[in-house]
């Protein structure tokens, strides 16, 4: 039988990086993911895996320690909420140009500014698009329970360091917060020294003779250079699209009209889609998991034979602009969000269905 | 005697550590950067841990230090370089890890980490050039910035009622309780350099042996900066930089503790 647990989505986020053989995690209070540090700092993981657990003086040091451990080749990751994920875009930049692979959690919180602790959505523009400088993605994993919080922790390292490339874990506050039965991955020890240096021969792990040395920078002046870089950068996020996309799709078969919702809205949207088809409306829900890369190909099919899609989320909408990119136009895309920490309830997602689609 | 008779190996009397890449040096003429990278160079040869250093370059006129010493590097964001060098330590405790920043990098944009690295005590060693001036981006003024000094974004001087006063951090390092060592040395002379390269090999094997943070601060020149010929940069700085940045030992807690027996 297997050992199911009750506990937060953060909490779980802590457990799963100590049990996937995490080397460290650097981190700055804020509401509502503090769960995350101070569960790590019960677990003392420091005595057992020997993993290292630090808090930081601000998100800014916290995602720089995480850029100088991602370089010594280590598992290392930080989490945050929405005003402490902004003041992290600049080192994000860095790993990314860089091409290190960490693990950066947001579960997110109402905004803009320092906004409400209450749960959004709306920093998926920030996560998706790139949000620091330059032309960058980050691999974007939408958790919808506290099972895939826990699971998306060993996947998100694991994707990292198959494409050198940060992964972040991008769940709401609701997923962060509440409390569901999770089965924890079983442990698996940390990598030792010599494993480190042979899968990350790149690491600053120390010159040793028979190797040059080991420079970790994203700085290249000439512009040859730095465009090479950048193109570079570009052939490895189609690589990711091409390989990468998941997405769960629930009773799109005969839809006519599909409900699009990552996180715990895509939960709302199956009981408004179970509603609706109680009323007789052929409704199903698509649910991306991987925000990048997105499901293109799943929506631009489900476009041939459906009547419209509603994407539903916590924002003003930002993901229904990727969903329109891939509709192109051949059925009408709408939208119905909350904002501020407003969670929509299913009633009211069906009723905007019936508003702005079926009518 | 011709000179095939001189260059024999037993005339040797100096030779460039091996620990120097042959990269051409980017550094103006006269500046001090050169002088303190041969030293942090030559002690990591001398105490044969090249493959246990691992340096972090700051961004400023240094932020290429990674083309010239040996070793594994990592380049900091702007200020960020105790961030990195405190995971990069914390995660592989058995290296030599050190910062290298100057005077925009640690005392400006990156005096948060700077101070809680320190606070902290990580077992790391920040070299600190100071020269009073934003070098890299074109002599602006830095937070050292002597009273009175010109720069690029205070030509008429420095203002203290404008722009506040010379910052002396590393007496504010001194203060806290996680620094084992900050002294204040400079490379403009032999005498000075011998003493500079004794505080770098101290400052090394305090970090090795887990006493805490250490932080050499170098009152350096800045010759194009501060328009003057690398003469009269030391000139200068002997004369009005060492008035305001005393040069010595402003922590030593081997020091205290011998006193205090």
């Known amino acids: ?359 | 005697m011709t000179t095939k008779d001189i260059i024999k190996p037993e005339n040797l009397v100096y030779g460039k550590t091996k620990l120097m890449t042959e990269n051409q040096m980017h550094y103006c003429p006269g500046c001090s950067h050169g002088v303190v990278h041969k030293l942090i160079a030559e002690v990591i040869e001398e105490m044969n841990i090249q493959d246990k250093a691992i340096g972090v370059a700051p961004v400023g006129c240094a932020v290429f230090a990674y083309n010239y010493i040996d070793i594994d590097w990592q380049e900091a964001a702007h200020g960020r370089a105790p961030a990195l060098a405190t995971a990069i330590k914390r995660l592989q405790p058995d290296k030599y890890v050190f910062t290298y920043q100057g005077d925009g990098d640690l005392a400006a944009i990156g005096t948060a980490e700077t101070i809680h690295a320190c606070n902290r005590g990580e077992n790391i060693v920040i070299f600190f050039i100071n020269n009073a001036i934003y070098g890299m981006t074109g002599g602006q003024m830095a937070p050292t910035t002597l009273e009175g000094m010109k720069t690029a974004t205070c030509p008429f001087g420095r203002n203290t009622e404008l722009n506040g006063y010379p910052l002396k951090i590393s007496n504010l390092l001194a203060e806290l309780d996680g620094t084992c060592y900050v002294t204040r040395q400079s490379v403009q002379k032999m005498a000075s350099i011998v003493r500079a390269k004794k505080a770098i090999r101290k400052a090394f094997e305090n970090s090795i042996a887990g006493k805490g943070t250490s932080v050499v601060e170098f009152v350096s020149t800045c010759n194009s900066g501060w328009k003057m010929s690398p003469h009269d940069s030391n000139k200068w700085m002997e004369e009005h930089m060492f008035a305001k940045y005393p040069l010595g030992d402003l922590k030593d807690t081997e020091k205290v503790h011998t006193e205090a027996k």
């Open chain 1, 1 to 359: 039988m297997e050992d199911f647990k009750l506990m937060k989505g953060n909490e779980a986020i802590a457990h799963a990086a100590v049990r996937c053989g995490a080397d460290g995690y650097f981190g700055y209070p804020i509401t509502p993911q503090s769960e995350v540090m101070e569960t790590l700092m019960e677990l003392k993981p420091w005595e057992t895996t020997g993993m290292v657990v630090l808090q930081a003086e601000s998100e800014v040091a916290a995602i720089n320690m995480v850029y100088g451990g991602a370089g010594c080749g280590k598992k290392v990751m930080t989490s945050s909420s929405s005003p402490g994920m902004s003041l992290k875009q600049e080192g994000i930049s860095y790993i990314a140009s860089a091409e290190l692979p960490c693990l950066i959690v947001n579960v997110m919180r109402g905004g803009p500014g320092l906004g409400t602790i209450q749960p959004s959505q709306a920093d998926y523009f920030q996560a998706v698009k790139g949000g620091g400088h330059g032309d960058y993605r980050l691999i974007v994993l939408a958790p919808s329970t506290v099972q895939e919080m826990a699971d998306f922790v060993g996947l998100g390292f694991d994707l990292a360091f198959k494409y050198q490339n940060p992964a972040m874990i991008l769940a709401d506050g609701i997923v962060g917060q509440m409390m569901e039965k999770v089965v924890l991955p079983p442990f698996k020890p940390r990598r030792t020294e010599e494993e480190v240096r042979q899968e990350c021969p790149w690491g600053t792990t120390g010159k040793l003779p028979n190797r040059k040395r080991n420079i970790i920078t994203s700085l290249a002046l000439e512009a040859e250079v730095m465009e090479n870089i950048n193109l570079k950068l570009q052939a490895k996020y189609r690589e990711i699209e091409k390989n990468e996309v998941r997405f769960e799709a629930h009773q799109c078969e005969d839809a006519d009209y599909v409900l699009v919702a990552f996180g715990s809205i895509a939960r709302i949207c199956e009981k408004a889609m179970e509603m609706a088809r109680e009323e007789g409306y052929k409704v199903g829900v698509l649910r991306p998991i991987t925000l990048f890369p997105f499901p293109t190909n799943p929506i631009k099919e489900l476009s041939q034979k459906v009547k419209g899609f509603l994407t539903v989320e916590m924002s003003a909408g930002q993901m229904v602009e990727d969903v329109r990119l891939t509709v192109n136009g051949t059925v009408p895309v709408e939208f119905y969000g909350r904002m501020g920490g407003i969670v929509p309830s299913a009633e009211e997602i069906l009723a905007a269905l019936k508003e702005k689609l079926i009518k």
